[in-house]
């Protein structure tokens, strides 16, 4: 019975690295990335196109 807890433990351990750790990272990975800026970049555009209101009363969707 022990070494299931100790196993337990140590999953717990790691999910909680990986959430606190891991996830930080990859949000930074992915904020960092050219895809992602890309998207930013193409939305506010649509943004300064259309505005923000009627974007969102027409349904705009801007295609790159």
């Known amino acids: ?35 992602f800026k890309g998207s930013l970049e193409r939305i506010y555009r649509a943004y300064q196109d259309v505005g923000y209101q009627g974007g969102l009363k027409d349904g705009y969707a801007y295609s790159a």
């Open 1 to 35: 019975m022990g070494v299931a807890m100790d196993d337990n433990q140590n999953l717990a351990q790691e999910r909680y690295c990986l959430i606190t750790e891991g996830f930080g990272s990859f949000l930074t990975v992915v904020s960092q990335s050219k895809e």
